[in-house]
């Protein structure tokens, strides 16, 4: 059975640093796509980035060049460094796991960022 479990979150001030983790269990993590996505208050979820096996990563413009997700293979974890943090960044980041042919969920982690 997958499992992924977020860490991580927290409050922080504009322009501030957060590294989200995402530990995966139950399922063989040289093989495993990871994405990172959040959810605001009031609004859909929306995506924020992928990690795919080889290697690969992909955000969309409104992160990219301020998060980068990366894997420890050692700790079958993935992080999100999260630079420059703005307040409309703010929402509970979800981590999920895609390459085992269903989509596994973690339960979120709360990102406030606010002076």
């Known amino acids: 059975q997958v499992q992924v479990v977020e860490s991580g979150g927290g409050l922080v001030q504009p322009g501030g640093s957060l590294r989200l983790s995402c530990v995966v269990s139950?399922?063989?993590?040289?093989?495993?796509?990871i994405t990172w996505n959040r959810q605001a208050p009031g609004k859909a979820r929306e995506w924020v980035a992928t990690?795919?096996?080889?290697?690969?990563?992909m955000y969309p413009s409104s992160v990219k060049g301020r998060f980068t997700i990366s894997r420890d293979n050692a700790n079958t974890t993935v992080y999100l460094q999260m630079n420059s943090l703005k307040p409309e960044d703010t929402g509970v980041y979800y981590c999920?796991?895609?390459?085992?042919?269903?989509?596994?969920w973690g339960q979120g982690t709360q990102v406030t960022v606010s002076s």
């Open positions: 999920a796991e895609a390459g085992s042919g269903s989509t596994t």
């Open positions: 139950g399922f063989p993590f040289s093989e495993a796509i």
């Open positions: 990690s795919w096996p080889g290697g690969a990563t």
